[in-house]
């Protein structure tokens, strides 16, 4: 047993023309047992900044804490919003603290630059280390069966809704074959002028 | 009283002197009058407001820069008056207790919570040799969801009260008195009304000749509950209704 596989779950974001998309899967489960089917694993940080965390359950609600902690200290002192390259570094450097004693949680951020819209995806591993590509990244227990996937839907430049669909047949695609993952999908695609949330009914297991 | 002997130590740490007085304690409350400003903090139905007068000390210093009034928490704003880096520090401190509360909670610290907390480590301050106490007074207003709307007046020497209506600075006094005399004949504003009676109490005790761009007012209500700031444009509205009243 893993455990980062105990509860299961897939995230993945890609990038497209002054847009992000990012989707989450909804099984929450203990092993074999599903525990619930509306456990979204992606949350909102600030309007146009996602983050995403998959793996194990119990820290990444404890990180999510630590990272609303730090965004509301950020905005109250710097009297201004999270851009999405500080937010990962804010959580790379958190997760970098707990070096020899870390979350179990892989943390990915996805969102758009407060000012000048543009988008920035981004995943790390336990302990911090940023890798952030033009084009998607994934974590979760789906994530080898996205990335081949999100290789052959991914284009340079997408707009909104030709991103959102790359975005959904992938994920859809990651849900039939992970068995740790599925129950649905939803996805978010933030754009300058807003977010729209979606959610995809696919098998239900 | 009987003169006891002391070797003169108890003027510089905080320690009695034989008449029972703290004076460190007793010289931080000179220190809030030390920049010459004054605030006001009123409460209303269900709202609450703080005006406080503004002044820029050097004419290099970018205006936008200057300010005595601050947000700690989503629900929660203040002024602080005094020494001016000791109120940054408080300030920054009580976001950073706010914060760690909401973190361990899950709801944000009420202000009553937060007042108390900051009065005790004032009072530490108060105890202790080695930390003197901050040269700085704080107003506080938030809307509770339990109480309504609140004005919290905490002081270097640790304590905190809930107050009806509240002032701070070097007119302290005289404020006190304006505002007791109002708040007997009404109590029960709206929005406006304890916006205008802080300005109405400011003014008369700072004399007439206060204009717009001498002051700050912040406020919160019950569907505002952040950090709202008043334009100089709509203070200005607002004096100008005061004073067509008169």
Redesign the interface.
């Known amino acids: 047993m893993s455990i980062m596989s105990y509860n299961g779950g897939t995230v993945l974001a890609m990038a497209g023309n002054e847009c992000v998309c990012i989707a989450t899967d909804l099984r929450f489960g203990e092993q074999m047992t599903t525990v619930a089917v509306d456990q979204k694993k992606v949350h909102k940080i600030s309007d146009k900044v996602y983050v995403g965390l998959a793996g194990f359950a119990s820290d990444a609600k404890t990180v999510l804490e630590k990272i609303n902690f730090r965004k509301g200290l950020y905005e109250l002192r710097e009297n201004r919003k999270l851009k999405p390259e500080v937010l990962a570094t804010m959580i790379s450097n958190l997760c970098y603290q707990h070096r020899f004693g870390s979350f179990f949680t892989e943390p990915l951020v996805a969102g758009l630059d407060p000012i000048t819209s543009k988008p920035y995806i981004c995943a790390m591993d336990t302990i911090g280390c940023i890798a952030a590509p033009r084009d998607f990244v994934a974590v979760g227990t789906g994530q080898e069966y996205l990335l081949g996937v999100c290789e052959t839907f991914w284009r340079e430049n997408m707009n909104a809704d030709d991103l959102f669909e790359a975005t959904a047949q992938s994920i859809l695609s990651a849900l039939e074959r992970d068995a740790a993952s599925g129950w649905g999908a939803v996805v978010y695609t933030i754009t300058k002028d807003n977010v729209n949330v979606r959610t995809i009914k696919a098998r239900m297991d | 009283m009987s003169r006891g002997s002391s070797a003169g130590f108890d003027r510089h740490i905080t320690i009695f002197s034989p008449e029972g007085r703290v004076y460190q304690v007793e010289y931080a409350f000179k220190a809030i009058n030390s920049t010459n400003l004054s605030a006001v903090a009123v409460k209303g139905v269900d709202s609450a407001c703080i005006a406080v007068q503004k002044r820029i000390p050097d004419k290099l210093i970018v205006s936008d820069s200057v300010t005595s009034v601050y ?4 629900t929660i704003s203040c002024c602080m008056l005094g020494i001016i880096p000791d109120c940054k520090y408080q300030v ?1 401190r009580a ?2 207790e706010a ?2 509360w ?2 361990k909670n ?1 709801y944000n610290m009420p202000a009553e919570q937060l007042a108390r907390r900051i009065a005790d480590l004032n009072q530490f301050y108060t105890q202790n040799a080695e930390m003197r106490s901050l040269g700085c007074g704080m107003l506080m207003i938030s809307f509770d969801d339990e109480d309504g709307p609140q004005v919290y007046r905490i002081d270097p020497a640790g304590s905190y009260r809930n107050m009806k209506g509240a002032g701070l600075g070097v007119k302290d006094t005289t404020i006190k008195h304006s505002l007791e005399k109002k708040l007997k004949k009404k109590s029960d504003f709206d929005k406006d009304g304890t916006i205008q009676c802080a300005l109405e109490v400011l003014q008369e005790s700072l004399g007439n000749d206060v204009r717009a761009s001498d002051l700050e007012l912040i406020y919160v209500t019950k569907d505002k509950r952040a950090f709202n700031k008043l334009t100089t444009e709509e203070i200005e509205a607002h004096l100008t209704i005061i004073a067509n009243r008169d």
């Open positions: 947000q700690l928490t989503p920054r976001q950073l914060a760690q909401k973190y899950a």
